[in-house]
């Protein structure tokens, strides 16, 4: 018997069903409706980007980028680097004339594929790929020649060899260059993304600032567990444009935290920090660095590496023995250059103007190279070690960097998957509306009035259920009563005959008669009252 394999999402992804999924439709509600108020508008990037966008703007020393972003190639021309990587990093085929068929088969292999994937247009017909494609075969002919002749006659060997070893080397030349499909990666987060849009699209010329929101999954291979998955999604927001006023920074905080008050996200608490510019940051950098060099002995080996890759990342470190050292490190804010330290105080006050609580956290700096001056964070409760719920942070230069114009920028990332964990924590979810009607019908005659009336109380908005099966009406209020409906409709032939509907409340299985007109004022009364 052949062995049925059970499918299974993938490790760090998971199925969002009903009815959480109604909670996660509320909580993107939720910050549409908030974003909006704020005059931000929807931006939907690709989940796909070139992998260099993300290495340039998040940083090629980070963790996301150095180890986290699921990569491909476009096209499916896998195979093809696979071998090229086979033909180049394997210094066993020189020397060795006995390869020479395995190397044929390979060459045979790459020279059909792509030759098949510059017909489909996969690939571009290069001069290069179109040289490629016609002289690597006869090569691979001449290397299985020089295996037979090596094998048969081993007095000329050396000579053999070397024309062996040249024929290698020229079809390594020939495959060098060749551009096999772009790179590209899962987006690991969204600013770099709606950065390029804002490039490619030239929205330096709109008016005014440009606010961006931007919601979907994001993918990063980390380890799962509690609030950490692979697949994750985000509610991103970005602000683009000329200016860096510290207004903006508090606006968007602001935003924040009354889409966090909305939707009921408990013990919220928000951290803020100044990491500075490129004109003070990099002293700092330094002077952490001779500092951290000095208790180096004393540090994990994360830490350690870190000294020399991205000193600044030490300062988010989590291992316990590190702690006491780490509280002894200088500071950032006291080595902020004037305009930066200008900016913070000014964001404080302007904080402050709002009525926003805040704790000013030395420590906070992200992982990501972008961040410059303003760098935020908010925590949440019950969510064990995962407690950051939104990540954000200035990134002036960063447009500049992808190759636009001078741009400001600021921008925050709530992480959708843990808010709503401790949302559903703290029992502040909101209790839903299931299905408002079921319709119990039963007799062939009252099947047409069933589907007539389940549509016209669908066109009033009313959620209805109607069974596509007979059934005896004891059945049918039993199911009624399991799916969670707040009515049932009951029609059965009597009811067709004298044109009223009996409408019973399952919850206290009052029952009323009502002619349509009745029924639809009296449902949509009560789904108006409900739902306000
Ligand atoms: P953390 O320190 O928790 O790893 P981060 O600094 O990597 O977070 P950001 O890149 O700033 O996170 O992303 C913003 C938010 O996205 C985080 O605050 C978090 O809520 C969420 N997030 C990040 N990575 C994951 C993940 N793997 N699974 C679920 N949520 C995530
Ligand atoms: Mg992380």
Redesign the pocket.
């Given at each position: 018997m052949a062995e049925t394999k059970q499918f299974r999402a993938i490790k760090?992804t998971r199925d969002i069903l009903p009815p959480d999924s109604a909670v996660w439709d509320w909580f993107e509600r939720t910050a549409r409706e908030v974003f909006e108020s704020y005059n931000f508008g929807e931006i939907r990037t690709p989940i796909f980007e070139e992998t260099r966008l993300f290495a340039r703007s998040v940083g090629q020393e980070t963790?996301?980028v150095s180890k986290e972003m699921y990569r491909f190639e476009l096209h499916g021309s896998s195979l093809l680097s696979a071998i090229r990587v086979e033909l180049f990093e394997r210094e066993a085929w020189f020397h060795n004339p006995q390869a020479g068929s395995t190397l044929d088969w390979l060459i045979r292999v790459f020279a059909g594929e792509l030759r098949d994937m510059m017909q489909r247009g996969d690939l571009a017909r290069t001069p290069e790929s179109v040289e490629a494609a016609e002289k690597l075969e006869p090569l691979g002919q001449a290397l299985i020649r020089d295996q037979k002749e090596f094998e048969a006659k081993k007095d000329h060997a050396d000579l053999l060899e070397d024309r062996f070893n040249a024929n290698v080397q020229s079809v390594r030349h020939l495959i060098r260059h060749l551009d096999l499909g772009e790179q590209v990666a899962l987006r690991?987060?969204a600013t770099a993304s709606v950065c390029r849009a804002y490039i490619e699209n030239g929205m330096h010329t709109r008016p005014g600032n440009v606010k961006l929101y931007n919601i979907g999954p994001?993918f990063?291979r980390?380890r799962?567990q509690k609030?950490?998955?692979?697949q994750?999604?985000?509610v991103d927001v970005e602000v683009l444009g000329q200016s860096d006023a510290p207004g903006i920074d508090a606006e968007v905080i602001e935003m924040l935290m009354e889409f966090f008050r909305r939707v009921g996200l408990k013990k919220t608490k928000l951290h803020v920090n100044s990491i500075g510019d490129k004109n003070c940051r990099p002293a700092y950098v330094e002077l952490l660095r001779e500092k951290l060099r000095q208790v180096k002995d004393r540090l994990g080996a994360d830490s350690q590496r870190r000294i020399e890759t991205n000193p600044l990342r030490v300062l988010?470190s989590k291992v316990p023995e590190e702690q006491e050292i780490i509280a002894t490190l200088p500071r950032i804010s006291e080595h902020l250059c004037d305009a930066c330290r200008e900016h913070f105080s000014q964001l404080k006050r302007e904080l402050a103007l709002r009525g926003i609580q805040y704790e000013e956290n030395w420590r906070l700096v992200?992982?990501?190279d972008y961040y410059t001056r303003t760098t935020f964070?908010?925590t949440a409760e019950g969510l064990g070690s995962?407690?950051?719920?939104?990540?954000?942070g200035r990134y002036d230069g960063l447009v500049e960097l992808l190759g636009g114009p001078p741009t400001k920028g600021i921008g925050?990332?709530?992480?959708?998957?843990?808010?709503i964990l401790s949302i559903q924590e703290a029992g502040s979810a909101p209790k839903l509306p299931g299905s408002g009607v079921y319709v119990a019908w039963m007799g062939q005659a009252a099947y047409p009035a069933a589907i007539g009336i389940a549509r016209k109380l669908r066109e009033a908005g009313v959620s209805v259920e109607l069974p596509a099966e007979e059934m005896k009406f004891k059945k049918s209020l039993g199911l009624a009563d399991k799916l969670g409906a707040r009515y049932a409709l009951i029609l059965g032939e009597d009811e067709v005959a004298s044109k009223t509907y009996t409408l019973k409340r399952l919850a206290d299985a009052e029952q009323m008669k009502l002619r349509e007109a009745e029924l639809l004022e009296y449902l949509e009364s009560e789904r108006r009252g409900t739902r306000a």
């Open positions: 760090g963790d996301i690991p987060e994001m990063r980390e799962p609030g950490r998955y692979r994750f999604y985000q988010d992200r992982g990501l964070e908010v995962q407690n950051a719920v939104c990540g954000g925050f990332a709530i992480g959708t998957d843990r808010a």
